[in-house]
């Protein structure tokens, strides 16, 4: 069955230090999306990405980037992680184009902590 | 500006109880998509429904049920007879139509608690 995935699910890492969360899925879907969750404000837009090479970014994407060398992936790039990035990060994907809107179906999750 | 309200951050029933779950949404454009998903204590997100701004028929499914109304920018979600697997939070969400690119505006989210 297609699906979504995230790895790793549970990261801890240190302030400083580059990190970087995987996305892959098996829909081949042309868009895919990164999220942040954090109690108090739902879920927040980081950056998106409508086919290879397309990358956008979203209402929190300072300190964040990502690159699209395939269909499939989306990895998510924390260039130097700061505590305020502690959060749970989501990946989705949907299968519209650009301007007709699609679902956007999720990934598991990542649990991210920054000591 | 998009914006997604869901004013009830918390809602506590007991099973078999009815319960409806608010979500009031802001929007300048003329045709959106208006989506609810779950997310049980377990922590993945479950798409259930997606809504166009041209379709204000309600939906049923099984017990849960959606109200759309433009009149009041409201896209209603009740759960009938619920159950303790109905534990979760749970989102609206509406889509931007934002120089023809797709994103995802969410609530803040309500979290349901069923007991027993």
């Known amino acids: 069955d297609a699906e979504i995935t995230q790895s790793p699910r549970h990261k801890i890492t240190e302030t400083g230090r580059q990190v970087t969360l995987a996305c892959h899925q098996t829909?081949?879907?042309?868009?895919m999306f990164w999220y942040r969750q954090d109690l108090g404000h739902g879920l927040r837009l980081i950056h998106y990405?409508?086919?290879?090479?397309?990358?956008n970014k979203g209402e929190v994407s300072d300190g964040y980037s990502v690159s699209r060398s395939n269909t499939e992936d989306l990895p998510l790039t924390l260039e130097s992680a700061a505590s305020s990035q502690t959060s749970v990060y989501f990946c989705?994907?949907?299968?519209?184009?650009?301007?007709?809107?699609?679902?956007?179906?999720f990934g598991p999750g990542t649990r991210l902590t920054v000591l | 500006a998009q914006k997604v309200t869901q004013a009830q951050t918390e809602i506590s029933v007991v099973e078999k109880e009815d319960v409806t779950l608010d979500c009031v949404y802001e929007?300048?454009?003329?045709?959106?998509?208006l989506f609810w998903y779950k997310q049980p204590p377990s922590g993945e997100l479950v798409f259930l429904i997606r809504r166009n701004s041209f379709d204000e028929q309600n939906e049923i499914s099984g017990r849960y049920s959606w109200n759309f109304q433009k009149s009041t920018s409201s896209f209603n979600f009740t759960i009938t007879a619920s159950q303790v697997v109905d534990s979760a939070v749970y989102f609206c969400a509406l889509s931007r139509n934002q120089g023809g690119s797709e994103k995802l505006v969410f609530g803040k989210g309500t979290k349901l608690t069923v007991n027993p």
């Open positions: 989705a994907s949907s299968e519209s184009g650009r301007g007709r809107m699609g679902t956007q179906y």
């Open positions: 829909w081949n879907h042309n868009n």
């Open positions: 990405s409508y086919g290879v090479q397309d990358t």
């Open positions: 929007t300048r454009d003329t045709t959106y998509y």
